[in-house]
């Protein structure tokens, strides 16, 4: 039995949820609850908030969580970092009032800076050789300096309208975060398989989701040359077409050069172009 703790309900929680259950593991729905079994494969999904999550994996409370980056870093427990999972991406940014021109780094000495991750900020700032005053402070951080309580903050951004929208501005990144899954650094030989077979449907699912099946007709004289534009991930298959000198080709595309390669293929002669989704991929 494996143990996964993920966010009870926040940004990350649809996420790590859906995650799971497109790797197939079926859950008895957790809403509301502390804790539910998956009922097809041998895990317990624990439900909690999402700073506590990098402590009790540690603790072996849960083996593993899927928590931000900014999250797992600030903690500082000692957990494996197994899995960058690609959703809720953010940065960790110190933003100033926007009517303070800013020249560097330097603006931050002797300043106070509110934020919710103290660790992370005194960390870059003190790499940089800089000294400031750093106040840990849990949650809207971004009103901070609009009433008088710091003069800068450290906070987590992702379209950076909520900086906008308090009069503050943007002015350093100190790191980029996404979701990632963490494990304990010493599980059990039994559970570091299951964590295995876990890893390799994550993967399976990823993978398909950034390629797409192709199949096409084309006549025969052209095959050559549209086998050439699919950057299929071995060569396509080529099936005769009941119409005499015509065949379909079936490959797998890399969704990122889709339309590029689609305006080839009509160019090269190919029709009838279908594109579907796929569900799982193993290499
Ligand atoms: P909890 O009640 O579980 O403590 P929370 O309010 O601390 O929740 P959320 O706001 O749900 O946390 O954010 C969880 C994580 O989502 C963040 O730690 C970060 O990794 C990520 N995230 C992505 N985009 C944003 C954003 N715009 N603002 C805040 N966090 C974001
Ligand atoms: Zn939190």
């Given at each position: 039995m494996l143990r996964i703790a993920i966010q009870k309900?926040?940004?990350l929680s649809q996420e790590s949820l859906d995650l799971i259950m497109e790797c197939?593991?079926?859950?008895?729905?957790?809403?509301?609850?502390l804790k539910s079994n998956a009922v097809n494969f041998p895990m317990e999904i624990l439900y909690l908030r999402d700073d506590d999550i990098p402590g009790y994996v540690a603790d072996h409370v849960a083996d593993i969580g899927i928590a931000g980056l900014n999250v797992v870093l600030e903690k500082g427990?000692?957990?494996?970092?197994?899995?960058?999972?690609?959703?809720s991406k953010c940065r960790l940014c110190l933003a100033i009032p926007k009517e303070i021109d800013y020249d560097g780094?330097?603006?931050?000495?002797?300043k106070n800076i509110a934020t919710s991750y103290p660790n992370l900020t005194e960390g870059y700032l003190k790499e940089k050789g800089i000294k400031a005053d750093i106040h840990e402070i849990s949650g809207?951080?971004?009103i901070a300096p609009g009433i008088g309580l710091a003069d800068a903050i450290c906070d987590i951004v992702s379209s950076g309208s909520t900086l906008i929208s308090n009069g503050l501005k943007e002015v350093e990144t100190i790191m980029s975060s996404e979701a990632v899954l963490i494990a304990n650094a010493d599980l059990p030989a039994e559970k570091e398989m299951i964590l295995e077979q876990f890893l390799f449907r994550i993967n399976a699912v990823q993978k398909a989701k950034s390629f797409k099946y192709i199949l096409l007709n084309a006549p025969n004289d052209k095959i050559d040359q549209i086998i050439d534009i699919l950057p299929g991930m071995k060569s396509p298959t080529v099936v005769p077409l009941a119409m005499e000198g015509w065949s379909s080709l079936h490959s797998v595309i890399n969704e990122e050069k889709f339309w590029e390669i689609i305006d080839h293929l009509k160019q090269a002669g190919a029709q009838g172009i279908l594109v579907v989704p796929i569900e799982k991929m193993i290499l």
């Amino acid at each position: 039995m494996l143990r996964i703790a993920i966010q009870k309900s926040g940004r990350l929680s649809q996420e790590s949820l859906d995650l799971i259950m497109e790797c197939n593991i079926k859950v008895n729905n957790g809403k509301g609850k502390l804790k539910s079994n998956a009922v097809n494969f041998p895990m317990e999904i624990l439900y909690l908030r999402d700073d506590d999550i990098p402590g009790y994996v540690a603790d072996h409370v849960a083996d593993i969580g899927i928590a931000g980056l900014n999250v797992v870093l600030e903690k500082g427990k000692n957990n494996r970092v197994v899995m960058q999972l690609g959703f809720s991406k953010c940065r960790l940014c110190l933003a100033i009032p926007k009517e303070i021109d800013y020249d560097g780094l330097e603006f931050f000495s002797g300043k106070n800076i509110a934020t919710s991750y103290p660790n992370l900020t005194e960390g870059y700032l003190k790499e940089k050789g800089i000294k400031a005053d750093i106040h840990e402070i849990s949650g809207s951080v971004e009103i901070a300096p609009g009433i008088g309580l710091a003069d800068a903050i450290c906070d987590i951004v992702s379209s950076g309208s909520t900086l906008i929208s308090n009069g503050l501005k943007e002015v350093e990144t100190i790191m980029s975060s996404e979701a990632v899954l963490i494990a304990n650094a010493d599980l059990p030989a039994e559970k570091e398989m299951i964590l295995e077979q876990f890893l390799f449907r994550i993967n399976a699912v990823q993978k398909a989701k950034s390629f797409k099946y192709i199949l096409l007709n084309a006549p025969n004289d052209k095959i050559d040359q549209i086998i050439d534009i699919l950057p299929g991930m071995k060569s396509p298959t080529v099936v005769p077409l009941a119409m005499e000198g015509w065949s379909s080709l079936h490959s797998v595309i890399n969704e990122e050069k889709f339309w590029e390669i689609i305006d080839h293929l009509k160019q090269a002669g190919a029709q009838g172009i279908l594109v579907v989704p796929i569900e799982k991929m193993i290499l």
